[in-house]
């Protein structure tokens, strides 16, 4: 082929427009060949092997095709006008900040799984706010702002962080106290427990401290509203009661006055009142050792004493009662007791003193639990010189041994009833409380024989049973003048040095006839006396606590 001659080649592969130069080298007019191979790698058969300078390549070989260019030794890419490195997609760590123009990557342009390390992000975000729906975690927390934020932490003050919710302070932490809410809203405090949800709480509406779910500590564990006079329950009917209004009883506030949820009543019975455990509902009931349904798991906090009818109201037996009621001079709770451990069968005689309703029992034994044998008690046998009282353990008894003739000391004398009261944590009765107690009974007169067993009949206005008129009871005072006579009758235990000492007894006898009555005392008896128509009452101190 001639210089300048032009010639065709047709080959299906790289087909193409050549001539032949000066030199005598056949040059590629055209087109671009287009392949993941360079063009004439393997020239056909007769053919010529090389390429032309300046020959055009668009290689394949890649994702994104390269145009290639022959320089006369090597296909070479071609390279944008401009200085600088151009990078493709097989070239990997050339890109530099210089490299990217400022401002022109957007978020599209990062990857949704990038996960970029915070370690690449300067900290200071300026006033934009960081959100995030995962977890932030830092070493150190610090707010600058002192506004009030919808949710979250914030600086109320110098030294002081301050916690808020729905635009609300909350909870302010300073360097001197930690207040929770300052403004004073109404914004409940709450610990939870393992098991109690509100194991500790402070409501803010109410303005109480709750723990343990019940308690109001504010109120007092036991509280009595101001100024009231008389037990924390009140006789609403004849045969109910409700505890009164503004009162903390076992830590339970009652801010309204709450009825008692009554039990079966039999006459002549004492009733303890549970309290539920969580509820405070109160519940009657004559067991004082099983709480009753509705107040199962809680504990007896008041009691009193249901009787028959027939009980007067007014001196001598006057304006007795049509009715069996709850005796309202009975009702104990813990706020308004006796000082005696055992407050069963007992009367409030108007809010000086307690006495028991009944007569000792000949069986009567202080124990440490209510299963003992109450000192006040329907049915018992009286206790008397004939059957005579058991000997308290105080003083050496076994709960199954009564007292004897000892050293010219009867088994029924004043200093063996007083041992007995004593162990029941009571006393003999005063001459003017035994005035006082007996009021109502029949006066100036007696039943005529031995009654035998305690029995509700001759009774007083606070419910006393067999006040007058029956057995005589056994008072706490004594009288004695010493000139030179001395009493050896103590059961063995010294001598009373006194020409003729002696102990008061009460209420008369059943064969006293007219000589019986409230305000009947017979100092005609020694201490070491005993008969069997002479018993004993007991009495005890008045508590208000609370």
Same mark, same amino acid.
């Given at each position: 082929?001639?210089?300048?001659?032009?010639?065709?080649?047709?080959?299906?592969?790289?087909?193409?427009?050549?001539?032949?130069?000066?030199?005598?080298?056949?040059?590629?007019?055209?087109?671009?060949?287009?392949?993941?191979?360079?063009?004439?790698?393997?020239?056909?058969?007769?053919?010529?092997?090389?390429?032309?300078?300046?020959?055009?390549?668009?290689?394949?070989?890649?994702?994104?095709?390269?145009?290639?260019?022959?320089?006369?030794?090597? @296909?070479?890419?071609?390279?944008?006008?401009?200085?600088?490195?151009?990078?493709?997609?097989?070239?990997?760590?050339?890109?530099?900040?210089?490299?990217?123009?400022?401002?022109?990557?957007?978020?599209?342009?990062?990857?949704?799984?990038?996960?970029?390390?915070?370690?690449?992000?300067?900290?200071?975000?300026?006033?934009?706010?960081?959100?995030?729906?995962?977890?932030?975690?830092?070493?150190?927390?610090?707010?600058?702002?002192?506004?009030?934020?919808?949710?979250?932490?914030?600086?109320?003050?110098?030294?002081?962080?301050?916690?808020?919710?729905?635009?609300?302070?909350?909870?302010?932490?300073?360097?001197?106290?930690?207040?929770?809410?300052?403004?004073?809203?109404?914004?409940?405090?709450?610990?939870?427990?393992?098991?109690?949800?509100?194991?500790?709480?402070?409501?803010?509406?109410?303005?109480?401290?709750?723990?343990?779910?019940?308690?109001?500590?504010?109120?007092?564990?036991?509280?009595?509203?101001?100024?009231?006079?008389?037990?924390?329950?009140?006789?609403?009917?004849?045969?109910?009661?409700?505890?009164?209004?503004?009162?903390?009883?076992?830590?339970? @506030?009652?801010?309204?006055?709450?009825?008692?949820?009554?039990?079966?009543?039999?006459?002549?019975?004492?009733?303890?009142?549970?309290?539920?455990?969580?509820?405070?509902?109160?519940?009657?009931?004559?067991?004082?050792?099983?709480?009753?349904?509705?107040?199962?798991?809680?504990?007896?906090?008041?009691?009193?004493?249901?009787?028959?009818?027939?009980?007067?109201?007014?001196?001598?037996?006057?304006?007795?009662?049509?009715?069996?009621?709850?005796?309202?001079?009975?009702?104990?709770?813990?706020?308004?007791?006796?000082?005696?451990?055992?407050?069963?069968?007992?009367?409030?005689?108007?809010?000086?003193?307690?006495?028991?309703?009944?007569?000792?029992?000949?069986?009567?034994?202080?124990?440490?639990?209510?299963?003992?044998?109450?000192?006040?008690?329907?049915?018992?046998?009286?206790?008397?010189?004939?059957?005579?009282?058991?000997?308290?353990?105080?003083?050496?008894?076994?709960?199954?041994?009564?007292?004897?003739?000892?050293?010219?000391?009867?088994?029924?004398?004043?200093?063996? @009833?007083?041992?007995?009261?004593?162990?029941?944590?009571?006393?003999?009765?005063?001459?003017?409380?035994?005035?006082?107690?007996?009021?109502?009974?029949?006066?100036?007169?007696?039943?005529?024989?031995?009654?035998?067993?305690?029995?509700?009949?001759?009774?007083?206005?606070?419910?006393?049973?067999?006040?007058?008129?029956?057995?005589?009871?056994?008072?706490?005072?004594?009288?004695?003048?010493?000139?030179?006579?001395?009493?050896?009758?103590?059961?063995?235990?010294?001598?009373?040095?006194?020409?003729?000492?002696?102990?008061?007894?009460?209420?008369?006898?059943?064969?006293?006839?007219?000589?019986?009555?409230?305000?009947?005392?017979?100092?005609?008896?020694?201490?070491?006396?005993?008969?069997?128509?002479?018993?004993?009452?007991?009495?005890?101190?008045?508590?208000?606590?609370?």
């Amino acid at each position: 082929m001639s210089d300048g001659q032009l010639a065709l080649n047709t080959n299906l592969v790289s087909p193409g427009l050549f001539f032949k130069d000066s030199n005598g080298d056949s040059v590629k007019i055209g087109p671009i060949h287009v392949g993941a191979t360079a063009p004439n790698a393997t020239p056909g058969a007769g053919g010529q092997a090389g390429n032309s300078k300046g020959e055009a390549w668009l290689d394949t070989s890649a994702t994104n095709p390269i145009l290639k260019v022959w320089n006369g030794s090597a @296909f070479v890419a071609v390279q944008p006008v401009g200085t600088g490195t151009v990078v493709s997609t097989t070239d990997t760590g050339t890109v530099t900040s210089t490299m990217i123009l400022d401002g022109t990557i957007v978020n599209a342009d990062v990857n949704a799984s990038a996960a970029i390390a915070g370690t690449k992000i300067s900290p200071d975000f300026g006033a934009q706010n960081v959100v995030t729906t995962g977890t932030s975690t830092a070493a150190s927390l610090i707010p600058t702002s002192s506004s009030v934020p919808t949710n979250g932490v914030y600086l109320p003050a110098a030294n002081t962080v301050g916690v808020a919710a729905n635009s609300v302070e909350r909870l302010k932490i300073g360097t001197s106290e930690v207040v929770f809410n300052d403004a004073g809203n109404d914004i409940d405090f709450r610990v939870e427990g393992d098991t109690n949800t509100d194991l500790f709480k402070i409501d803010a509406g109410t303005d109480t401290v709750i723990v343990g779910g019940k308690y109001n500590i504010l109120k007092g564990f036991n509280r009595r509203p101001p100024l009231h006079r008389g037990p924390l329950f009140t006789k609403t009917t004849a045969t109910t009661l409700s505890v009164v209004a503004d009162c903390s009883l076992n830590g339970f @506030f009652y801010s309204a006055a709450t009825a008692v949820t009554m039990g079966t009543h039999t006459n002549n019975t004492d009733m303890a009142i549970w309290q539920h455990p969580t509820s405070g509902a109160l519940v009657s009931d004559a067991s004082f050792t099983t709480a009753p349904a509705g107040a199962t798991g809680g504990s007896i906090v008041a009691g009193y004493h249901y009787i028959p009818s027939g009980r007067p109201t007014a001196v001598n037996s006057g304006s007795p009662t049509a009715s069996a009621e709850i005796l309202e001079y009975s009702i104990w709770d813990l706020t308004w007791r006796p000082e005696c451990p055992d407050p069963r069968g007992m009367a409030n005689i108007d809010g000086r003193f307690w006495c028991d309703l009944y007569l000792c029992g000949s069986t009567s034994f202080a124990g440490t639990t209510f299963s003992a044998v109450q000192s006040s008690k329907i049915g018992l046998t009286i206790a008397d010189n004939s059957s005579p009282p058991l000997i308290p353990s105080f003083y050496g008894g076994n709960g199954s041994t009564a007292y004897t003739l000892t050293s010219g000391n009867n088994p029924g004398s004043w200093y063996n @009833f007083f041992e007995v009261a004593h162990s029941f944590g009571k006393r003999l009765m005063f001459s003017w409380e035994f005035q006082a107690a007996a009021f109502g009974a029949p006066e100036a007169g007696s039943r005529g024989s031995d009654p035998g067993t305690v029995q509700w009949e001759r009774q007083s206005k606070w419910g006393l049973a067999q006040a007058t008129g029956t057995l005589a009871s056994w008072g706490i005072e004594r009288v004695g003048i010493h000139t030179s006579g001395s009493n050896t009758n103590t059961g063995g235990r010294g001598t009373e040095f006194a020409d003729a000492p002696r102990a008061v007894f009460l209420g008369g006898n059943w064969a006293n006839g007219v000589g019986s009555g409230s305000r009947s005392a017979d100092w005609g008896f020694v201490p070491s006396g005993g008969a069997n128509n002479i018993s004993a009452r007991f009495a005890a101190g008045h508590l208000v606590l609370g």
